[in-house]
Structure formats: structure tokens, C-alpha cells
């Protein structure tokens, strides 16, 4: 049973009632409908073994071929560290330090994270230093791991190359598939309100009302969901720092959108690879490409790489900006419609890494020398740049400062303080 006196939503501020809730149940704030707690059954046994089977499946994922192709009667085969290797070899330092960071490195560290903390839960182990510093890890971690972006990315490279070469799916492709989904099954077993529970026990117990923490001198911690005397500057469950909305966050979000719609223009002008065949280079940009696609009748594959790549960053630059601007001058608009379009942002910005997996597996699979091989071009880092900073945009707006000047929800928070 999971059972605590009250706990603040991340969203919209509100401090909401916590029922003592059972296996299969879960909490949703009242006033934005925001998940706050989610109890699964035997949740860290099950985290346990799918955890344990997500690692002997990336561990499969790199002992064997991942891919092959032949052509002209020769046989070349890609493992998935070569991925990275190949781009490190050719001196893209920085592509391949991140594709090693969200393939490997920020995965197992989850996946370690969390069973460590389950491991010890099922064992009644009481160390409270090191079940902290994971269960901090776990947090920042989660956002981005990307690795079904990835598998989405090498789909995608296979269409473009089918045409080309004749492919053939390794051991360790299979491997990667089994990989992805029990480490996205981890993921929505591991409820940070819960697991901060079992780390340091209940949070402090405050009598409040159902409305906005700040207008009653408290504040949420965002990273465990205890609710927290105003004056307070760290948690005192997790240590993590606190603060009832998050210091310059407007001028944050506003500086980070205008370095990515400055780095946007080369990303969509620049060539984002360039494919020598024959000893003849030609270079290509993400619409090229899209074009490319098109005329050879994979149209929904097109259709993913226009949206993901070239839709989406321009309209989580507009849809954030768009949101600023409503915690300065707000419109008579829905703050439900609001909320949800900051959802959608946060959802949707790691798949428009999806073009810079599919040029990485190119790369990584095309080395013919001047017969044929692909390299990346000079907008890979620019767009990447776009990725990183419209995701780091999302992260570090606050979505209350939209609530604050919400005149219908500052009523309803007096009437239900009057009830």
C-alpha cells in the first residue's frame, strides 16, 4: 500500500490529497488530470526481472553482427558499436560521443539505477546515500534514453538502402528489438513518487488545502513529490534543491529557442550527408532526402522523416515561444489547451533525432571507399544542436507560471478553500 498525506503537482501547482492507494491504482491531479502516482503490482520484483533481461539483451546486441549487406559478391557486416566506432574514426568526436551517450552509456546507468534500488527494496536494505544518488541518477537519465528513436532511425536507413544492396538482419538486430522493449517496460514500472517513497519513507506531513502550494507558503520538490515549507532550499527526502517556480525560467527557455532557430537555418540548408559513389560526391539535405524517398514510393517513410525532422523542431521553437508569450500577455484560451500543448512538446522532441540515427547507421554500414560510402554532413551537428536545445527548452520552462495568471483556476482555488 502507498500511503502519504499529500503531495504537489509538477504541472500546475496544485497540492492534492493522497488516498491510500493499492496495487493496479492510481492518483491524477484534480484540477490537470496529471499523473502523480502509479502503484503496480509486485512493482520492484518485476522491475528486477525485466531489468536483468533488458541488460542480457543489450549485452547480445553488441556481441554478434547487427547487420550485413552484399554487393558485387562481397560481404560486409555492422556491428552496433560500429555505430560509433566508425564515426569516431572519422573524427566526428562529438556525433559519436552522443550516439554513445544515448545507446549505452545513459541506458545502463538507468538500468543499473533501477536495479540496484529494487534489489535493495526486496531486501529491506537501508543505505540511504546510495539509494539517493541512483534514484537521482534515474530521473535526470530517464528523458533521454532514445534508443527506440534509434530503432526507428535503422528502419528507416534499411529502406533507403534496399534499393541498393541486398540486406540481411543480424543476430544482434533481433537482440536490440527484445532490448528496446523491456527496457521501455522498465521505464513505466518505475514511478518516481513511489520509488522515493520506498527509498526514504513518508514525506513531511503538512495540513493544506486543495489549491497552489505557493499561495500557502509551501512548495513541491520535483524530483520526489514531497511538499516542503516555503523557506525551505533543498528537500529534506531526496537533498534535491527546491524552489516554487524555477529561477529564470522564461529567459532560459527564450535564450535557448533563439540559439535553436539560429542553428535551424543551416540545418535545413546545409547537407546533412554526402554519398560518394563511383568516386563522384554528391551531398544531400534532410529535404533532399525526403524528396529522394518520395520518388521511390516510400511515402510513409518520407512522411516520418518530414515530420519528425523538419515539422517538428519548427513547431516546438513556435509552440514554446507561443507559451512564454501566455505567461506575459495570456489569451482567453483553455489552460487545459495550454498544458496539453506543453505535454505534446516535451513528447514529441527526441524523435526528431531520427535523422541523425539513420545518417549514423549509413555511415557506419556504407565504407566502400570511392566505390561507395556516406559520411556525415555539415548540418548533422547544427541539427543536432536544434534537437539538444528544443529539448532543454521543454525542460526548463516552468508550466506553472501559466497557471498563475489563469484567472478561472484562481477561482476555483478560492472556492475550493472556502468548501
Known sequence: MFHENITTCEVCDLVNEIPPLHDGERLKCRRCSHILVSIYPHASLRILGIGCSALLMLFLSVCFPFLSFSSNGAVYNMTLLDTIIVLLGHEYHLLGSLLCLVLLVFPLTY????????????NKQRRLFLQRLFARWFVVIEPW???????????IALVKMHSLVDIELGLSFWAFCGYVLLLLKTVTLVDRRWLWHQVAGLAPHHAAYIKSAKDQGLVGCHFCGATLKESAHHCVRCGHAVYSRRPASLAATIALLIAASIMYVPAMFFPIM?????GSSEPSTIMEGVLLLWSLGSYPIAFIILIASVVIPLAKIFALSWLCWQCYFPAKKSIQQKIMLYKLTELVGRWSMIDIFVVAVLVSLVQMGNL???LPGSAVLSFTAVIVLTMWA???FDPRLLWDNDEAFNMWSAKETKE
Open 274 to 278: 554526402e554519398t560518394t559513389f563511383l
Open 145 to 155: 534514453l532514445m534508443v527506440d528513436v534509434f530503432l526507428i532511425g535503422v528502419l
Open 111 to 122: 538500468l543499473l539505477s533501477v536495479l540496484y534500488l529494487a534489489w535493495s527494496f526486496l
Open 372 to 374: 561507395m560510402s556516406i
Open 394 to 396: 521543454a525542460m526548463i
